[in-house]
């Protein structure tokens, strides 16, 4: 097989498995031609908008790819395109190696040996490039600099430089794993946490939350542990057994009937990951927001399981003049989407 380098297209990670999904929201929101490409990878064709996809978890925006035998090296042509970015200034840079699917069946070895070659390349055609490698973490902190991904498949590599404003997540290939807390009983404790991580705050001691379809407790443990005050709304019981349940008061009603007393202020955060239809959470978001009833939110909606679109469109199309509320697919999210944000 030739080494051969592709013309520039964009590349969007999702969960593995609903890239049709990806493929469909693409199309009908904003006209892109979408392929799959392998598990949880979808190559996109078209002005790729500057806000993340819903499903969508990192980006590779105009990303090359090169098809190599394996135990070959990248040719100067490969190396060149790669490294062209640097040629004018220096600019401070970082790294991201994203792995293949398992389904492709490529070792890290062979990735890690492709980047190697990379950065010799780069090191032979600029001799300072290692004075100016920096953390992603910084770049992505002070928006200054270019993030270098590559990816593998099967029968070659992508790879793509953007600046940090350009990528949906600071996490290679976007796949953020949160760490499980033993204290908490259930796992969705992840999901409020990676929502946290992606709003870029965290709750507070003394804030005031309402768990709606608390039970049994992995988001009301969440906010507890941290020293807020949370009402946990479910007809359900609670299984915390942290020292933390003294934050939480148990009202045994139904999420989706509760509402705050009319002179009742807001409250600091309200949150729902309850079991309903698309329809009756979309309901309970819009009772919450246009009545101001809360300054921040995580809720959940899940989709159904054929054209997900249908029940979002109207949705997303209700979030436009909320520009800090937003619905992505998180990575702990399974048959769902998450909006999260403040007002």
Do not use: P, V, Y
């Given at each position: 097989m030739s080494t051969r380098l592709s013309s520039p297209f964009h590349v969007c990670f999702s969960r593995p498995g609903i890239e049709h999904w990806l493929i469909e929201e693409?199309?009908?929101?904003y006209g892109l031609y979408g392929t799959s490409l392998a598990p949880g990878r979808v190559k996109l064709e078209g002005d790729l908008p500057s806000t993340p996809l819903v499903f969508e978890w990192q980006r590779m925006p105009n990303a090359r790819f090169f098809s190599l035998d394996k135990g070959t090296r990248p040719p100067s042509e490969?190396?060149?395109v790669f490294w062209n970015f640097f040629s004018d200034s220096p600019t401070p840079w970082a790294l991201q190696a994203v792995p293949a699917p398992d389904s492709e069946q490529v070792s890290s070895n062979?990735?890690?040996a492709v980047i190697r070659?990379?950065?010799?390349?780069g090191k032979a055609r600029h001799p300072d490039l290692m004075r100016w490698e920096r953390k992603a973490k910084k770049i992505f902190r002070t928006s200054e600099g270019r993030i270098l991904q590559v990816s593998a498949l099967r029968n070659g590599f992508f790879f793509s430089v953007s600046s940090p404003a350009?990528?949906?997540?600071s996490v290679p290939g976007g796949e953020l794993r949160m760490k499980m807390d033993e204290a908490a009983p259930s796992r969705s404790f992840l999901k409020v946490e990676e929502a946290f991580f992606r709003m870029g705050i965290e709750p507070k001691a003394g804030e005031t939350v309402i768990d709606l379809g608390a039970a049994p407790g992995g988001w009301s443990y969440a906010f507890a542990k941290r020293g807020a005050q949370v009402t946990a709304v479910d007809n359900g019981p609670l299984k915390i057994t942290d020292s933390c349940?003294?934050?939480?008061?148990?009202l045994h009603v139904d999420g989706l009937t509760f509402r705050l007393s009319k002179h009742q202020p807001p409250v600091d955060w309200l949150v729902s990951d309850m079991l309903i239809a698309p329809g009756e959470a979309?309901?309970?978001l819009k009772h919450w927001v246009q009545g101001h009833h809360c300054t921040k939110i995580v809720m959940n909606f899940k989709i159904p399981q054929h054209h997900p679109m249908s029940a979002l469109l109207p949705i997303l199309e209700w979030l436009e003049p909320y520009p800090d509320l937003h619905m992505r697919q998180l990575c702990?999210?399974?048959r769902e989407v998450t909006v999260f944000g403040k007002l």
């Open positions: 693409a199309q009908e929101r490969i190396t060149d062979r990735l890690n070659d990379l950065l010799k390349a350009e990528l949906s997540s349940i003294r934050r939480i008061d148990q979309f309901g309970l702990h999210d399974r």
